[in-house]
Every structure is written in structure tokens, then in C-alpha cells.
């Protein structure tokens, strides 16, 4: 059973950073691609960052790009963003998931998820 655990979040005042992990159970998974994605208050929910099954590529919308950075432990089935001049606009739930999860269903599993917030 698929099972994804977000943790890391907090409130922060714009410009510091955090560290979100997400520990994976479930599948195998360092066979898939990984994201994070974020959900803004009254928002859809949106990918924010994306990484191959070994590192070796990984990919951000122009909105975080220069600032976020996604990473992976297969070892550990844990996934990384760090976070970085964080503002305002990056508050939300973050989640991660399996991009091919959301393909193969059409309500896929979500955890729970982490807040932050960003004060201005």
C-alpha cells in the first residue's frame, strides 16, 4: 500500500529556507520519478519540482527555479526540497507523489502533506 509521509514545514519569514523530507513506503521507490507539488490556499494543486529515478535529471517550474532544490535518497526511500528566499507566494501544502501514480488513477493517493507558511 503506497504510503507517503510529508514532513519539514513550519513558519518562516520570507527570505529563509527550510527543509521539507518525505519518506515513501509501499512501491518500489527508486524505480520512479518523484515530485513535489503544492497546494496554495483556494488554489489547484501544482508540481513544483520533479527528479529521475537516479538523480540524474531534475526539472522546476520557472516559478521556484533558482531557489528550490529536489534530491532523493533511494536507501531510505526519502525525498528532499530544500527550500531556499522563500516569499510569501510559496505558502502552501506541499505533498509528494509519483507523477505515474497520478496517471494510473484517476483518485490517487495523497499523504497528508505539509504546511508552510511565509511571512512577509
Known amino acids: 500500500q503506497v504510503h507517503f509521509e510529508e514532513s519539514g514545514g513550519g513558519l518562516v519569514q520570507a527570505g529563509e529556507s527550510l527543509t521539507l523530507s518525505c519518506v515513501a513506503s509501499g512501491f518500489a521507490f527508486g524505480n520512479r520519478n518523484m515530485r513535489w507539488y503544492r497546494q496554495a490556499p483556494g488554489k489547484e494543486r501544482i508540481w513544483i519540482a520533479s527528479?529521475?529515478?537516479?538523480?540524474?535529471?531534475?526539472n522546476y517550474p520557472d516559478a521556484v527555479k533558482g531557489r528550490f532544490t529536489i534530491s532523493r535518497d533511494n536507501d531510505k526511500n526519502t525525498l528532499f526540497l530544500q527550500m531556499d528566499n522563500l516569499k510569501s507566494e510559496d505558502t502552501a501544502v506541499y505533498y509528494c507523489?509519483?507523477?505515474?501514480?497520478?496517471?494510473?488513477?484517476?483518485?490517487?493517493?495523497w499523504g497528508q502533506g505539509t504546511q508552510v507558511i511565509v511571512s512577509s
Open positions: 507523489n509519483a507523477p505515474s501514480f497520478l496517471d494510473e488513477s484517476a483518485t490517487p493517493y
Open positions: 527528479i529521475s529515478p537516479y538523480s540524474a535529471i531534475t
